[in-house]
């Protein structure tokens, strides 16, 4: 497999990963899925994203390194990885959904509305009110969405030097 071309985030990715390839290898052999070299190609593919991506950026980041890997592998990888907890799944402030780097757990994600800078947060402000829902309604909650949107530090200074 060819390396994919250096670039910032890439960078940002390696220094600062939630998880990296050896663990996600081990959750795969885990879960009875094979290490093959399409999926390996795949996981490189994600960590090299430390910003939320779609699907389609990863079919497009693989048809320049590894074009014989198919789509659906692409996208059968992904949900494979999203079921293992170390891909979540974000809608980007123009509501394509996306997924997101991170480690198995659950987690709510900041994201930068222009930049799609991420910052993931384990602390749930829902737990109550599901809690309260629950008793109130008597439905078996499965589970809840929280994404929060904003202008992260860099965008928001980029914007400020724009106003006088
Ligand atoms: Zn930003
Ligand atoms: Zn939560």
Do not use: W
Request: hydrophobic content about 45%.
């Amino acid at each position: 497999m060819t390396a994919l071309p250096p670039t910032a985030d890439a960078e940002r990715a390696a220094n600062d990963r939630p998880i990296d390839a050896e663990s996600i290898a081990r959750l795969l052999a885990a879960h009875d899925y094979r290490l093959t070299g399409p999926r390996r190609a795949v996981v490189a593919a994600v960590l090299a994203h430390a910003r939320p991506f779609t699907a389609e950026q990863i079919v497009a980041d693989l048809e320049r390194s590894a074009p014989n890997i198919g789509r659906a592998t692409v996208y059968r990888t992904l949900e494979i990885l999203a079921s293992l907890d170390v891909l979540k799944r974000v809608h980007l402030a123009d509501g394509r959904a996306a997924y997101v780097v991170d480690a198995p757990g659950h987690r709510h994600h900041l994201v930068c509305s222009r930049c799609g800078d991420v910052v993931a947060f384990s602390a749930c402000p829902v737990e109550q009110l599901v809690r309260d829902l629950s008793r109130d309604t008597d439905f078996a909650i499965e589970g809840h969405l929280l994404e929060v949107f904003g202008l992260c530090p860099v965008c928001r200074s980029a914007q400020s030097a724009l106003t006088p």
